[in-house]
C-alpha cells in the first residue's frame, strides 16, 4: 500500500517562506511523476508543480519564480520550497504520486498553508 505523508505547513506572514515536505513508503518512489497541488476555500484542487524521475520540472504560472520544487529519490521524499509567499497562496497543499503508464495515482493527506500578518 502506498503511503504519501506530508509535513511542514503552516501560519507564515506575507513575504516568508515555507518548506513541505512528502515522505513516501509502499512503492518504487524513482517511479513515480511527483506533484504538488492546493485547493483553496470554495475552490477547484490546482496544479503547484511537478517534477519527473528525471528532475524536469513544471510550475503553476502563479508560482513560477518563487515556488521550486525538488525531490530526493534516495530518501522517497518530494519538496517545495515556497518563497515570497501571498496571502493567495493560502490553501491546502496535495502531495501526489503519478504514474500513468500503470494508472496509478496517489494522493496524500494534505497540509494547511495560510498566509496571514
Known amino acids: 500500500q502506498v503511503q504519501l505523508v506530508e509535513s511542514g505547513g503552516g501560519l507564515v506572514q506575507p513575504g516568508g517562506s515555507l518548506r513541505l515536505s512528502c515522505a513516501v513508503s509502499?512503492?518504487?518512489?524513482?517511479?513515480?511523476?511527483m506533484g504538488w497541488y492546493r485547493q483553496a476555500p470554495g475552490k477547484q484542487r490546482e496544479l503547484v508543480a511537478t517534477i519527473t524521475n528525471g528532475g524536469s520540472t513544471n510550475y503553476a504560472d502563479s508560482v513560477k519564480g518563487r515556488f521550486t520544487i525538488s525531490r530526493d529519490n534516495a530518501k522517497n521524499t518530494v519538496f517545495l520550497q515556497m518563497n515570497s509567499l501571498k496571502p493567495e497562496d493560502t490553501a491546502v497543499y496535495y502531495c501526489?504520486?503519478?504514474?500513468?503508464?500503470?494508472?496509478?495515482?496517489?494522493w496524500g493527506q494534505g497540509t494547511q498553508v495560510t498566509v496571514s500578518s
Open positions: 501526489n504520486a503519478n504514474r500513468v503508464a500503470y494508472n496509478l495515482n496517489y
Open positions: 509502499g512503492s518504487i518512489f524513482s517511479m513515480f511523476v
